[in-house]
T-cell receptor, first 110, second 112 residues
Framework: DAKTTQPTSMDCAEGRAANLPCNHS???????VYWYRQIHSQGPQYIIH???NNETNEMASLIITEDRKSSTLILPHATLRDTAVYYC???????????FGAGTTVTVRA | SQTIHQWPATLVQPVGSPLSLECTVE??????LYWYRQAAGRGLQLLFY??????ISSEVPQNLSASRPQDRQFILSSKKLLLSDSGFYLC???????????FGEGSRLTVL
């Protein structure tokens, strides 16, 4: 049961902002949106999460639409090291499990 | 600070042999612990999770098992490996009721 839909792949230019979309049209009121990324041959890395307000940290910004049915992860200045698979996940805060889908393969090109 | 370690990093095992992967967490107590597997070119599959000593939940029926003999120790085992058990195994931990998972370095298993 896919709770999120992401593009399979996308390219972006080094130094430019990368905008990664995620559709979660069936999200429930108690479900948060989480973003992780996985660089090749490494474990996934937490990026950011949010409920309904936009969030920003040192890695990225998360923009959640007012109806919460979609979100965008923004990498403000993409570098070659940002090349990875990016996962958008929705889950309730108190759910122990975190299920990963196929994600978006992001390739940053020089 | 909290750290997570898993070993071995790589191993090559024959079909039918046993398996033991170990994961330990330092710097925190009563963590939630997880085992994930990633087959070549595939996504991450949750295998087991544990919310306390001796409490194991299995997500996918298979010939693997997990145990949590101590608060910060999580072990993945098999009595007889199959070719389909090959993959990248990842251990992770989280604090109670928090969705931020911290992953280990991974163990790459090749079954021949």
């Amino acid at each position: 049961d896919a709770k999120t839909t992401q593009p399979t792949s996308m390219d972006c230019a080094e130094g430019r902002a990368a905008n990664l979309p995620c559709n979660h049209s069936t999200i429930s009121g108690n479900e948060y949106v989480y973003w992780y990324r996985q660089i090749h041959s490494q474990g996934p890395q937490y990026i950011i999460h949010g409920l309904k307000n936009n969030e920003t940290n040192e890695m990225a910004s998360l923009i959640i639409t007012e109806d919460r049915k979609s979100s965008t992860l923004i990498l403000p200045h993409a570098t070659l090291r940002d090349t990875a698979v990016y996962y958008c996940i929705v889950r309730p805060l108190n759910d122990y499990k975190l299920s990963f889908g196929a994600g978006t393969t992001v390739t940053v090109r020089a | 600070s909290q750290t997570i370690h898993q070993w071995p990093a790589t191993l090559v095992q024959p079909v039918g042999s046993p398996l033991s992967l170990e994961c330990t967490v330092e710097g925190t107590s009563n963590p939630n612990l997880y085992w994930y597997r990633q087959a070549a070119g595939r996504g991450l599959q949750l295998l087991f999770y544990s919310v306390g000593i001796g409490q194991i939940s299995s997500e996918v029926p298979q010939n693997l098992s997990a145990s949590r003999p101590q608060d910060r120790q999580f072990i993945l085992s098999s009595k007889k490996l199959l070719l389909s058990d090959s993959g990248f195994y990842l251990c992770a931990w989280s604090r109670l009721a928090v969705g931020q998972l911290f992953f280990g370095e991974g163990s790459r298993l090749t079954v021949l």
